[in-house]
């Protein structure tokens, strides 16, 4: 059903740059599954691993933000651009992290409000405020 | 600049549902400021009191998920939707509301990664894992 | 400001592909007036005649739907694909073929609401009801 | 496969702000048919309300355009937003209240054509006639 | 699944102005396959003439990009606007046209790398530097 | 008029992680010249180095396609996704790189076709031919 092949475990221990990308996301996750964007996105070790590595530091390095509200950050902008892989991943992974029903409820509400005034805004071509621009 | 009239504060004195509505937004913030969307909604009262409603709603009761993240979320939204006065005004808000500039540094980047990796399962068309489907 | 030149009247004049779509424009429209679209188009004067055809007889040929109702959807489009321009010329166009303020609020009011239900169901990967789909 | 759980009727009628969404969702309509979207809103009743006045309220409420015009500008946008659940339902709608073939003919051919031109304008950066600004 | 029927081989011959373009599509692509967008599309005969003059002019006259290039192209565009269909037919016709699996493995780096910074460019408002506007 | 300050030369200097990515800029593309979006970027140094890694990685290290045809398909994704700024900076450089009036004719010709057979895709809702499914 994609546009590449996905990538059997078989066929990843195969190819050892790509071998040490699936041992890292176990390692990093503490689970054995590797789930499908990492079997498409093998075809490519290169791009794989440029992604992987991408992935780990923005999502898996501790900072100011927690895991939960990255990933709920993640599920917005998912839905804003038309990724359902994506939403289905993240709000797994959201969830996994501690968001509750009613977090997601508020978060969906944000989202379908924020579309709502960006294309109103969008439709009226407001022009900004001085008082929001940094000087 | 904008497709409809700015309304000024006279005009809107003059209307008395969307006096109504920036008497409320200014209570509801503590603030003299109406931002120019409330200005070009003004056109269409019945418009203008359903989208602040909503807004009134959404982002200025208590709930599960703090003030300063809400806003975070809607710069991710707006960001993805090509928004320059959204991504503007919410930024704005964000920083009023506690957003230090190292959590909008990490903003940026979960947004950008996000958008990145939505591409690509988009360019792969990969399928769902059953494991992220609820049943 | 464009990425390319903007051909005044003089350069146009002087290439006949391009005057001959500048010639049509303002005899199909009955007005002296070329809008910046075109002139930026007119560097590739194959590109120009192909549009220029495609806008003719999509938006200029009568058929069941009348012009006004034609310019409204456009605005529809180019408001959720974020092309200011585009919602400026069309709402201008829609103005002048009729559209009064109360259809522009309604009209602002749908392309809001869908553009939240939108979100909605992406965030939430409604599957598609049997009842929808055309045997 | 959707991101939460689709409630049965049986569920909704256990929610009283459920059922009472769910029982004017099909006063309104005179139909006993509740789609998808509903079924997964529910999940957080106070969304589903919200939402539900909103499309009542813009959707349902007579006005200056009529209700198959609404239904057009709606499958505009769900287009050009990539929402195939509302493309499907909203098709559907607009065929109930009277859209002919000819007409989701050339609708069609609107929203392409405004894809096309709305592209080239965001790819030459065209800037924005005078003539087109609302002073 | 379709919001139109897909006409078979036998519906598109009783109509003359569909038989012809699907002969001429045939015809230009050395090929008995005619892929389901044209067969949805057949439900307006005018609309699909349109269509396919409009790729054909585009697609299959010599110019100076090759044939595999602009299919490359077509890709980038149809991975940024969320086309799953338009990701499948020109990854297949990419491939027919010789691209490799190294340069898909580029080219989805570099839709994914511009994905990346169009939304930084966004959520950060960054003006166009002088150096890049054509004057 | 950005979101965050665009740091000068000076600024820069004074930060020994934003000087060491300014001066890899400079090295790489063997000019002197910062454009905006490294200046804005650099309010995150490690935002920032993490962006510009990826961009040399992905557009200035050698490969199977030409640095031409890599930034036409940045266009092509810049334009689908509405970003100004990287329009008008692609655009820039890929003149710098070659594109020939020509080139960019038909590279817009290739842009505004997929736009619309996109849109068209979307409003059908085409199922996926089983020919274009990599097994």
């Not at 221990?13 to 040490?20: G, L, M, Q, R, T």
């Not at 590797?34 to 070790?45: G, H, Q, Y």
């Not at 939960?68 to 804003?80: P, Q």
């Not at 968001?99 to 509400?109: R, S």
Request: some cysteine; overall charge negative; aromatic content about 6%.
């Amino acid at each position: 059903m994609a546009t590449a092949k996905l990538m059997s475990n078989a066929e990843a221990e195969a190819i050892p740059e790509v071998k040490a990308v699936f041992d890292d996301i176990r390692e990093t996750r503490g689970s054995d599954f590797i789930n499908n964007i990492w079997r498409a996105l093998a075809n490519d070790p290169q791009g794989l691993k440029r992604t992987w590595d991408q992935v780990k530091a923005v999502m898996a390095t501790p900072g100011a933000l927690d895991p939960k509200t990255r990933e709920m950050i993640y599920i917005a902008v998912s839905s804003a651009n038309s990724c359902g892989y994506c939403v289905h991943s993240h709000t797994a992974a959201a969830r996994a992290k501690g968001m509750t029903d009613e977090e997601h409820g508020e978060l969906l509400q944000i989202i379908a409000l924020a579309a709502m005034t960006n294309t109103l805004v969008t439709s009226l071509q407001v022009p900004v405020d001085p008082e929001f621009e940094v000087s």
